[in-house]
């Protein structure tokens, strides 16, 4: 089958791209809207206050007669006072005072005085009994009014608020406009849009980095997975594989073996010369075969409880003689107490020589290994340690070696570790595999304590 042209999809690029889009747009679109909100409070709650203060200057001078009556020249006269107030308010660029006519009764540019303006809508809301506020430029032509003429050009940004004028029976009886240049109250909203806008920048980081997080994780559990999956497909035709060669070789090889050991019991003279040569071989074939099907197989652990001091001890003996016979020496470090663990010694020991073997073959000029067994304080495990000073593995092969078929040995079929690995997840433990070119190899196998 041809290899697939597509590209393969990088979850984790495609979700850094778009969350990053989406969470800042949100971010932005947030900012801004929290923002206007805070500006339209703040100036409804000082357009509030406002209200309230004029409400209360017009009833306590009974200014409010001249709204009613505003052609008497009594009335104007006492409400010129009155209106000073309103004049020297603190950010006042314009005060202007209109009656229910909308004709300018009073106006700080006494050029506005007696003009009609019956194109604003703002003015119609508050003759309605609303109170309104505009924020605006004065070079927003969109915005722009007949009462904004002779403003200070200087006055870029105002805050315009019509205050509805009550009589005593909850009438509208005329509109105070007032137009306000706020420089600490600008200072203040932009104040607050910065701390808005870092407070969604820093929301927005916190979100991004949460699922950027999570869904990393993710990732690296579904490629976990996907190795898996691998693996097992893997086992499956070694399984295959493994059913063929042990049909089709295993007994033609039992005959070889038969052979040789006849050619052995022959008197010494007449045995032909590689007789002990085929023997070996024969043997070290029938034992990469069982090594294919051990893996194949499923690991069914039946676990029991065990003192792994014991059992080490007297594996570490057994294992004496043939390291003997390659100039190596096996020394163990085991606590002198009990040590009870969890685990399924048939298992176990498949595990160890397995490891024994590859530390061995490591050192074909002689060596030593060392077999130490400790508590994990932290943790309910047993750590069993296998050390070799063995010519080691390079640090970029120490992941390959791990996984079937990969070997550094010129004889190896590259299952060992992996078995072993199985065999000790299977179990509840944890496989760990060091090494250092030249100085030797490690391996650890944590195996849970008996509860």
């Not at 007949?146 to 005329?174: C, M």
């Not at 294992?319 to 298992?347: E, F, I, K, N, Y």
């Amino acid at each position: 089958m041809p290899p697939s042209s597509e590209r393969p999809f990088h979850l984790l690029r495609w979700f850094a791209v778009l969350a990053a889009l989406v969470i800042g747009a949100i971010a932005v679109a947030n900012a801004m809207l929290l923002s206007r909100f805070l500006n339209q409070q703040l100036f409804q709650r000082e357009a509030a206050v406002t209200r309230d203060f004029v409400q209360n200057i017009v009833q306590s001078d009974s200014s409010l007669d001249f709204l009613l009556h505003p052609d008497d020249p009594v009335l104007r006269e006492r409400f010129r006072g009155t209106a000073l107030h309103f004049d020297n308010l603190r950010d006042v660029l314009r005060a202007n005072v209109y009656g229910r006519d909308r004709r300018v009764l009073w106006s700080s540019n006494k050029a506005l005085v007696g003009q009609v303006f019956d194109d604003n809508e703002e003015l119609a809301a508050a003759l309605r009994g609303e109170l309104v506020v505009e924020a605006g430029s004065i070079a927003d032509e969109e915005r722009a009014k007949g009462e904004h003429q002779g403003l200070a050009p200087q006055a870029h940004f105002f805050v315009e608020t019509y205050v509805p004028v009550l009589d005593t029976q909850g009438r509208v009886a005329g509109v105070v406009e007032l137009y306000k240049a706020p420089l600490a109250l600008s200072q203040a909203i932009q104040a607050a849009r910065w701390r808005v806008g870092l407070s969604a920048l820093a929301g927005a980081l916190l979100l991004f980095g949460s699922l950027f997080w999570l869904v990393q994780r993710a990732d690296r559990q579904l490629r976990k997975q996907q190795a898996l999956l691998l693996q097992a497909e893997t086992l499956a035709a070694t399984g295959q594989l493994a059913a063929a060669v042990a049909h089709n070789i295993r007994n033609p090889l039992a005959s070889i073996r038969s052979s040789a050991e006849l050619l052995l019991d022959a008197p010494p003279d007449q045995v032909p010369d590689g007789a002990q040569d085929i023997l070996r071989d024969a043997d070290r074939i029938s034992a990469r075969i069982t090594e294919l099907l051990k893996l194949a197989a499923p690991v069914v652990a039946q676990t029991t409880p065990l003192d792994l001091s014991t059992w080490l001890a007297e594996f570490a003996r057994n294992q004496q003689s043939v390291l003997a016979r390659r100039q190596q020496r096996l020394h163990t470090d085991l606590p002198a107490g009990a040590a009870m663990a969890q685990a399924d010694p048939q298992l176990l020991e498949h595990a160890l020589q397995s490891l024994l073997a590859n530390a061995s073959e490591a050192m074909p000029a002689g060596g030593q290994c060392l077999l130490a067994l400790q508590p994990l304080s932290t943790e309910r495990y047993w750590r069993i340690e296998l050390q070799d000073n063995g010519s080691g593995i390079a640090p970029e092969a120490l992941d390959a070696v791990q996984q079937a078929f990969v070997t550094t040995k010129p004889n190896g079929l590259g299952l060992g570790l992996l078995l072993a690995r199985r065999i000790v997840e299977r179990l509840g433990g944890r496989f760990a595999l060091a090494s250092e070119q030249g100085v030797g190899t490690t391996v650890r196998l944590d195996i849970p304590r008996l509860n």
